[in-house]
């Protein structure tokens, strides 16, 4: 049977007529085409009119648009093709229309090539959706000024055309036989803008997700090293309490030594005074006499600390007669340093007046109690009637400091002792 399709032996192309062969030729150069029967089809969409050529193409249109349903008119516009020029009409006077210009493979070379008229409003759509003019006019040519749709589905399947931003042209009587194509409406046109809207919208939509995901794994991440970090000083804390629990017990241990040592040596004493032969002196530790050589060396304290410790070791020392006084003194000190600690910005708590009778009973006459104050920051001023702490030295890991070492004074039955 005689072809019913133009095939491009260059690059497979399927056309459906003589002049679509020539167009083809002129965008692409391709010269070999030859008759085949295979028909081109003409499916056309029911719910939009989108004409499509093949079945790959109404796949395609499917999955962008949603659109299943296609009326195949392929038959009706199925007809042989010829290859052979056609002939020029013959007048009845029997002169030819070609008339002088010559013959019809050369005047059809010379014809003159113009832009094609494509819908201006559908042109001027594409032109605010940022599509070139050039593109835009070469959509709307190829889509047969379809719909706006057609034309941007023709962009989207030829954007990688080397040619595809180049103005396309056609003859002049190519330009003059098409016939005017329809345009949207404008609620169509308000439709289609609505669902190009939509579809940046949720565009964005996801790029807000993603950026948010993306923050709360920062967020995660920054938690975890604040956890971390928590962890680590509440480990050193503790290692720090532990090492102050072992001074302590330390230091209870010399102190029940030096009472043992003290009840032997009464106990000597009342046995000579009664004429009694003395005990067989047990062997005696070594470790004792080294402490204390150790502890009469003369050791400065090294921390504040240690020196605060100090203070009250020897306000202790220096009134052991009178248990109630000392422990008196110690509550007063501890006061002035939580009133301090809790209240900072109040200059009634960092000013003390030493004249003042209570004061003085309680700790300005006893030995160590200014010197663990002055140790706090507080100094003498307006020659030496008030003790002033200024905001500026309010250090609270001191004030916390010495809250401890009053503590232990206070609670610990051995402190002191040696």
Same mark, same amino acid.
């Given at each position: 049977?005689?072809?019913?399709?133009?095939?491009?032996?260059?690059?497979?192309?399927?056309?459906?007529?003589?002049?679509?062969?020539?167009?083809?030729?002129?965008?692409?150069?391709?010269?070999?085409?030859?008759?085949?029967?295979?028909?081109?089809?003409?499916?056309?969409?029911?719910?939009?009119?989108?004409?499509?050529?093949? *079945?790959?193409?109404?796949?395609?249109?499917?999955?962008?648009?949603?659109?299943?349903?296609?009326? +195949?008119?392929?038959? !009706?516009? @199925?007809?042989?093709?010829?290859?052979?020029?056609?002939?020029?009409?013959?007048? +009845? +006077?029997?002169?030819?229309?070609?008339?002088?210009?010559?013959?019809?493979?050369?005047?059809?070379?010379?014809?003159?090539?113009?832009?094609?008229?494509?819908?201006?409003?559908?042109?001027?759509?594409?032109?605010?959706m940022g599509f070139p003019k050039a593109r835009a006019t070469r959509? @709307?040519?190829?889509?047969?000024?379809?719909?706006?749709?057609?034309?941007?589905?023709?962009?989207?399947?030829?954007?990688? %055309?080397? %040619?595809?931003?180049?103005?396309?042209?056609?003859?002049?009587?190519?330009?003059?036989?098409?016939?005017?194509?329809?345009?949207?409406?404008? =609620? !169509?046109?308000?439709?289609?803008?609505?669902?190009?809207?939509?579809?940046?919208?949720?565009? &964005?939509?996801?790029?807000?997700?993603?950026?948010?995901? !993306?923050?709360?794994?920062?967020?995660?991440?920054?938690?975890?090293?604040?956890?971390?970090?928590?962890?680590?000083?509440?480990?050193?804390?503790?290692?720090?309490?532990?090492?102050?629990? $072992?001074?302590?017990?330390?230091?209870?241990?010399?102190?029940?030594?030096?009472?043992?040592? &003290?009840?032997?040596?009464? &106990?000597?004493?009342?046995?000579?005074?009664?004429?009694?032969?003395?005990?067989?002196?047990?062997?005696?530790?070594?470790?004792?006499?080294?402490?204390?050589?150790?502890?009469?060396?003369?050791?400065?304290?090294?921390?504040?600390?240690?020196?605060?410790?100090?203070?009250?070791?020897?306000? $202790?020392?220096?009134?052991? %007669? +009178?248990?109630? &006084?000392?422990?008196?003194?110690?509550?007063?000190?501890?006061?002035?340093? *939580?009133?301090?600690?809790?209240?900072?910005? =109040?200059e009634k708590f960092r000013k003390i007046r030493l004249s003042n009778?209570?004061?003085?009973?309680?700790?300005?006459?006893?030995?160590?109690?200014?010197?663990?104050?002055?140790?706090?920051?507080?100094?003498?001023?307006?020659?030496?009637?008030?003790?002033?702490?200024?905001?500026?030295?309010?250090?609270?890991?001191?004030?916390?400091?010495?809250?401890?070492?009053?503590?232990?004074?206070?609670?610990?039955?051995?402190?002191?002792?040696?």
């Amino acid at each position: 049977m005689a072809g019913v399709s133009l095939q491009c032996g260059d690059c497979g192309a399927l056309l459906k007529s003589v002049e679509e062969a020539q167009e083809h030729a002129e965008l692409t150069k391709h010269t070999n085409f030859s008759e085949s029967t295979e028909p081109i089809l003409n499916l056309v969409c029911t719910t939009c009119g989108k004409p499509c050529r093949s *079945k790959t193409e109404s796949d395609l249109h499917t999955k962008r648009t949603g659109h299943s349903e296609f009326q +195949d008119k392929t038959a !009706e516009s @199925l007809k042989p093709i010829s290859l052979e020029a056609p002939k020029p009409k013959i007048d +009845d +006077d029997g002169d030819d229309q070609m008339g002088e210009a010559g013959d019809g493979s050369s005047s059809g070379q010379q014809e003159e090539m113009v832009v094609p008229e494509v819908d201006q409003n559908l042109l001027t759509e594409l032109e605010a959706m940022g599509f070139p003019k050039a593109r835009a006019t070469r959509a @709307l040519h190829y889509s047969g000024n379809a719909s706006l749709e057609a034309a941007v589905n023709w962009v989207v399947e030829h954007e990688s %055309d080397p %040619d595809v931003d180049e103005m396309p042209l056609v003859p002049v009587s190519s330009k003059k036989a098409e016939p005017p194509k329809p345009s949207l409406t404008p =609620e !169509e046109i308000k439709m289609k803008q609505q669902e190009l809207r939509e579809r940046a919208r949720k565009k &964005k939509e996801e790029e807000e997700k993603q950026k948010e995901r !993306e923050r709360e794994k920062e967020r995660i991440r920054i938690g975890k090293e604040l956890l971390e970090a928590k962890r680590i000083e509440e480990e050193n804390e503790r290692k720090r309490l532990i090492a102050l629990r $072992k001074a302590e017990k330390e230091e209870e241990r010399r102190a029940r030594e030096k009472i043992r040592q &003290k009840l032997e040596e009464d &106990k000597a004493e009342r046995r000579r005074k009664l004429g009694l032969p003395p005990e067989d002196p047990a062997p005696k530790p070594s470790e004792p006499v080294v402490e204390e050589k150790k502890s009469s060396l003369p050791v400065r304290p090294a921390t504040k600390a240690e020196q605060m410790r100090e203070c009250l070791r020897t306000l $202790k020392q220096s009134h052991k %007669d +009178d248990e109630a &006084k000392v422990k008196t003194a110690f509550n007063t000190l501890l006061t002035f340093a *939580k009133n301090v600690a809790t209240n900072p910005n =109040e200059e009634k708590f960092r000013k003390i007046r030493l004249s003042n009778p209570a004061i003085q009973e309680r700790v300005g006459k006893l030995k160590g109690g200014v010197e663990f104050l002055e140790l706090l920051g507080f100094e003498k001023i307006e020659g030496g009637e008030f003790l002033y702490l200024p905001s500026d030295k309010v250090d609270m890991a001191v004030l916390h400091s010495a809250g401890t070492e009053l503590n232990s004074a206070i609670n610990n039955p051995f402190f002191g002792v040696l």
